[in-house]
């Protein structure tokens, strides 16, 4: 019921900047809680930042005060400003919602590669 695209990702110098972007099919995304996950080579796939429909947010510590994440309800869009990029930062990059404890997750998308160098 729900499709997920995400874009924006690429190949980028340790410091630098990218800005990704995810499109919700789903005309509820307004009341849904949205998260942006990542998931490097030979991880799980974890949340690295929320947000909540009036725009409350929280991070992972590891972001923290680098990413930004933030939505536009009237375009049904997600995005995620992530500033001084460290190769640690390396991974496929999805959003989705941020489910209830029993809840489930929609079906995942593609994802978008970010690679930070050196």
């Known amino acids: 019921q729900v499709q997920l695209v995400e874009s924006g990702g690429g190949l980028v110098q340790a410091g630098g900047s990218l800005r990704l972007a995810c499109k919700v099919s789903n005309n509820r995304f307004k009341i849904m809680d949205m998260g942006w996950y990542r998931q490097a080579p030979g991880k799980q796939r974890d949340l690295v930042a929320g947000i909540n429909p009036f725009g409350s947010t929280n991070y992972a510590d590891s972001v923290k005060a680098r990413f930004t994440i933030s939505r536009d309800n009237a375009k049904n869009m997600l995005y995620l400003q992530m500033n001084s990029l460290k190769p640690e930062d390396t991974a496929v990059y999805y959003c989705?919602?941020?489910?209830?404890?029993?809840?489930?997750?929609?079906?995942w998308g593609q994802g978008t590669q970010v690679t930070v160098s050196s």
């Open positions: 989705n919602i941020v489910p209830s404890p029993t809840g489930l997750f929609e079906s």
